[in-house]
């Protein structure tokens, strides 16, 4: 019975040997089969690379803002005078030509007007028939050279009166039947509308009854937060995005800032001028816009390809060669766009897989 039972503990001991030595030769083979990671030629010839540098990193600062005319493309329309608006001629958001007839407006002020030309011509011919007998007397003798200088003064106020007159009418639009034209005097968009037929105007109305505003350029206005104005120059890169196209990008610098805080949002406003083809753009659309800059501080950049995240670390495949390639952890410090900037765990001149590093980092970590 004791020798069945050495015997027993005997094999026993000589399983869980061959167990143990099985285990750690096929451990020892797995180890071997990692280390010897061997890129196939046509893996290879579809892999990019990229090499580590240092440079100057960027930043980019995202704000909101809204697009607006260009104010000194923009003109606002105010009534000369007050009287019936008889007719309305345009809308909202229309095209105008300069000189296009907007609105037309019966006035009695136009009336007024309308009677001093009348007076200034009848005063005009009464005047010259009186330089023409006061002529025809001197050379009678019948007077003396100081009434024809007289009469002669006589029909040069009268003319200038009358011409001040007419460049009135020109000024005013005026018509006959006691009529003021509104015109456009630029070319552009109808912005602002404040003004409807049958409307009333007064003499005194001082607001504005249309904005028109020419739009081939527009500004992207940005609100700048007080914690970032120190960070925003002159002539930064601008990058505008709209709600209205969302796949679509318009590129600017920053051409104006202005040095204070409005009252009511509290932030600064920063100025990028664009171009506006097909007046994609419409004044008031909310916009965001981001910022871009170059800092003064130096660190190692790569392509965004090249970064792999895996259990909320992040790292990059180094190649070496088609042998050799290194899981490598790195610290981020910022990305920005196509560029990440890296703090820890690379070193200027190594080089980084930039495609297929997902397929390598799998069979190298699995």
């Not at 318009?250 to 051409?255: N, P």
């Amino acid at each position: 019975m004791k020798k069945y039972y050495k015997e027993s503990n005997l094999s026993l001991s000589l399983i869980i040997l061959i167990f143990y030595t099985s285990s750690c030769h096929d451990t020892a083979e797995q180890k071997i089969e990692k280390q010897s990671f061997v890129m196939s030629q046509k893996m290879l010839a579809t892999t990019k690379t990229a090499i580590a540098i240092i440079s100057n990193t960027r930043n980019q600062l995202n704000f909101y803002g809204k697009i607006t005319a260009d104010n000194n493309k923009l003109i606002e329309i105010f009534p000369i005078v007050g009287g019936n608006v008889t007719k309305v001629n345009i809308g909202l958001g229309d095209y105008v030509e300069k000189g296009q007839l907007l609105a037309t407006i019966r006035s009695t002020e136009v009336a007024s007007i309308e009677k001093d030309l009348q007076d200034a011509n009848n005063d005009l011919l009464v005047a010259q028939n009186r330089y023409k007998v006061a002529k025809e007397l001197y050379e009678g003798k019948l007077n003396t050279e100081r009434e024809i200088i007289e009469a002669k003064s006589d029909v040069d106020k009268a003319t200038s009166q009358l011409n001040r007159i007419k460049e009135t009418y020109k000024i005013y639009n005026i018509k006959t039947g006691a009529i003021y034209e509104v015109r456009a005097p630029i070319a552009g968009f109808i912005i602002q509308k404040n003004i409807n037929e049958g409307m009333l105007l007064r003499s005194d109305k001082t607001d504005n009854i249309f904005d028109i505003a020419q739009i081939d350029d527009v500004w992207a206005m940005a609100n700048i937060n007080e914690s970032d104005i120190s960070k925003v120059k002159l002539g930064v890169d601008a990058e505008i995005s709209t709600l209205s196209y969302p796949d679509k990008k318009f590129y600017g610098k920053v051409d104006k800032i202005y040095n204070i805080i409005d009252p009511e949002t509290k932030a600064m406003k920063a100025r990028v001028k664009l171009n506006n083809a097909g007046f994609l753009l419409k004044p008031e659309m909310r916009a965001t816009i981001q910022l871009s800059f170059t800092e003064d501080k130096k660190m190692i950049s790569i392509p965004s390809s090249a970064i792999v995240f895996d259990k909320s670390k992040t790292f990059v495949m180094v190649f070496h060669s088609k042998t050799h390639i290194e899981t490598r952890e790195v610290g981020v410090y910022r990305q920005i766009g196509d560029t990440t900037y890296i703090s820890t765990g690379l070193k200027e001149g190594e080089t980084v897989m930039t495609t297929n590093q997902l397929l390598v980092y799998d069979a190298l970590n699995d």
